[in-house]
Nanobody, 115 residues
Framework: QVQLVESGGGLVRAGGSLSLSCAASGSSFSINAMGWYRQAPGKSRELVADIRKNGGDRYADSVKGRFTISRDNAKNTVNLQMNSLKPDDTALYYC?????????WGQGTQVTVSS
């Protein structure tokens, strides 16, 4: 079993920056991929960014050039630096971890960008 604890998020004005962090813990597990999804009211959950075991990363087109994902393998954490935030980035952000067997989700952290 894996537990994911998210931190960061909050309220920021358009153009501002926020940082999200997610720490994974539990009995022995391997990380295939780890990253962030988001879900805005009335919309489906969508991938924001993730990073894979081989170091490869993926970004939603809407956040490329503004968001940067990084991972600390020693601490089993993944961080998302979000710059030049827009009101459209407002959503509940969920950390996820794929351990080759199943996908685990965090509780979600709210990001609100005011115009």
């Amino acid at each position: 079993q894996v537990q994911l604890v998210e931190s960061g998020g909050g309220l920021v004005r358009a153009g501002g920056s926020l940082s999200l962090s997610c720490a994974a813990s539990g009995s022995s597990f391997s990380i295939n991929a780890m990253g962030w999804y988001r879900q805005a009211p009335g919309k489906s959950r969508e991938l924001v960014a993730d990073i894979r075991k081989n170091g490869g990363d993926r970004y939603a087109d809407s956040v490329k050039g503004r968001f940067t994902i990084s991972r600390d393998n020693a601490k089993n954490t993944v961080n998302l630096q979000m710059n030049s935030l827009k009101p459209d980035d407002t959503a509940l952000y969920y950390c996820y971890l794929n351990d080759y067997v199943r996908i685990y989700w965090g509780q979600g952290t709210q990001v609100t960008v005011s115009s």
